[in-house]
């Protein structure tokens, strides 16, 4: 693989920024990539997400850079392998960033070694591209109240996940080293994706295991919200009713929040927050 993680530096007597190597960037993954939970009327499908703010920043003084962003949610690995794949190597990409696998593991029954498998079947098709290979972990999901209780099996994943960047050259974005993510509020109101602050944050540490220059600023970890047991109590049951419920019914009817949706940058283009071709839609679970 081409591994080209580390940043060039413009030889200038007038310019000293710190550039990259990377001219075609292509995200790929479910709702994480797609950006749900950073809800921005004004972005490609309604929400900008962590892939937007990386390739606005990869795309500052780099006039030939172009990106596309082939996630959707709600989408298992099996389905990133079968949709996402070969669009991804027809863009001839020099940059692909992965996250894949949290559908797949956070279902019951979800086996992270079998799971495992099938990533590491991806990247050897997308390793056969030459690009550099962003590959991420998923989150410490320790104190997240919907998802607390796989997060041993999240843990088992993640060293999959490591094993098979080892394999293939990848960089890893560590989410689950974030510890910025423990914060609440680094979350969206349905528990499961993160907030803009979250993504902006997830951003800022993927353009860092790049190596890449950036002024993103990671948030510091802040004194944790103190809520009394009625409140905590009544914020459940708005939960549970808002974001749990339609949640379980699409499980029961065999139905994804991504049913009918398309990618919302399914071009590699020069990087705005106005992508024509892309598809709005609803929903944040899955």
């Known amino acids: 693989m081409n591994n080209m993680a580390n940043p060039l530096k413009e030889d200038s007597a007038t310019d000293s920024t710190l550039i990259h190597p990377w001219r075609r960037y292509v995200a790929l993954g479910d709702s994480f990539t797609e950006g749900i939970g950073d809800v921005d009327p004004s972005s490609p499908g309604g929400y900008r997400g962590w892939a937007d703010r990386v390739a606005e ?17 709600g989408r298992l690995i099996a389905q990133v392998f079968d949709e996402q794949a070969g669009p991804a190597l027809e863009l001839k990409p020099d940059l692909i960033s ?50 607390a209780g796989i997060r041993g099996k999240v843990a088992i994943y993640n060293e999959n996940v490591r094993t098979i960047a080892a394999r293939y050259d990848a960089v890893v974005a560590d989410m689950w080293s974030l510890r910025e993510l423990h914060q609440p509020h680094m979350w969206s109101e349905d528990r499961l ?66 049913d009918g949706i398309t990618p919302k940058r399914p071009l590699a283009v020069p990087f705005s927050d106005h992508t024509p071709g892309s598809s709005l839609g609803t929903g944040l679970m899955d």
């Open 98 to 147: 992965l996250c894949a696998g949290g559908n797949d593991v956070i279902r019951p029954g979800g086996d992270p070694d079998a799971i495992a498998d099938k990533l590491d079947a991806l990247m050897r098709i997308l390793a056969t591209s030459g690009s550099t290979i962003l590959l991420f972990t998923g989150p410490d999901i320790r104190d997240t109240p919907v998802l």
């Open 193 to 258: 994706h993160f907030s803009p602050l979250g993504h902006h944050t997830i951003a800022a540490m993927a353009l860092d295991a790049l190596n890449v220059s950036h002024d993103l600023q990671q948030a510091r970890p802040g004194e944790a919200e103190t809520k009394n047991w009625r409140e905590a109590r009544r914020e459940d049951l708005i939960w549970a009713r808002t974001h749990l419920a339609p949640w379980v019914l699409r499980r029961i009817r065999h139905q994804s929040s991504g």
């Open 57 to 73: 920043q990869l795309s500052r003084g780099v006039e030939d850079f172009a990106y596309a962003n082939l996630a959707i949610r």
